[in-house]
């Protein structure tokens, strides 16, 4: 069973940064992804970011393309979206999420974002 605890959420005015934190417990296989996702007040959940758990592929939304770098420290089982020139579109909660086999099976329990204008 895997776990998932995100990190580094908090409240930045616009135009600042943040990094976000999902450090994963459990067996990671090279072939599965880590993605990040939110939700924001009334909206439904979008994907923001993932990247593989080896090589170099990453996948970003419109949205934050530009505006974010996903990395990870695989001795650390641990990735990290690196958010640039935020926003206040971009208040939300964000979760990580572990894909095996092409489905996002495990879920954190969320870290709040709050840009101020």
């Known amino acids: 069973q895997v776990q998932l605890v995100e990190s580094g959420g908090g409240l930045v005015q616009a135009g600042g940064s943040l990094r976000l934190s999902c450090a994963a417990s459990g067996r990671i296989l090279s072939t599965y992804h880590m993605g990040w996702f939110r939700r924001a007040p009334g909206k439904e959940r979008e994907f923001v970011a993932a990247i593989r758990w080896s090589g170099s592929i990453t996948s970003y939304a419109d949205s934050v393309k530009g505006r974010c770098t996903i990395s990870r420290d695989n001795a650390k089982n641990t990735v990290y979206p690196q958010m640039n020139s935020l926003k206040p579109a971009d208040t939300a909660v964000y979760y990580c999420?572990?894909?095996?086999?092409?489905?996002?099976?495990?879920w954190g329990q969320g870290t709040q974002v709050t840009v101020s204008s």
């Open positions: 999420a572990l894909r095996r086999d092409n489905v996002y099976d495990s």
